[in-house]
């Protein structure tokens, strides 16, 4: 995967626990929406505004390729799905979710997150 994209989403989301359904394709965040097989891997690239993609907060390099944490992965997610059903939001850390929030300039995801954390404190 090439910069700036980062494996996020339902990806992440599942590995964390947050989610139970299980995906073949690789969901990540990038510049562009597509979706592509590559090497019998089927990947979906949403799409994120610049501002938020460029971002480093809460993205992990993994060397050749970059992943978003937990809570990264759940703010792409109710940033782009407000009405998202999660199956166990208990690994969310509602602190880094705080201060991730920021990047994304938006008065709305604030109040998402803020109902969310409030409907699973």
Request: charged share 25%; net charge positive.
């Amino acid at each position: 995967m090439y910069f700036p994209s980062y494996v996020s989403f339902e990806t992440v989301l599942r590995e964390a626990g947050v989610i139970f359904q299980h995906y073949e394709t690789i969901f990540v965040a990038a510049k562009w929406p597509k979706t592509l097989t590559i090497n019998k891997y089927k990947f979906t690239f949403r799409r994120l505004k610049d501002t938020v993609l460029y971002n480093p907060t809460g993205i992990i390099n993994k060397g050749n390729y970059s992943i978003a944490a937990s809570e990264r992965a759940f703010l792409d997610m109710i940033y782009l799905f407000p009405n998202y059903y999660f199956d166990n939001l208990r690994p969310i850390d509602w602190e880094k979710c705080e201060e991730i929030v920021k990047i994304y300039d938006n008065k709305q995801l604030i109040k998402r997150l803020s109902k969310y954390r409030k409907a699973n404190a």
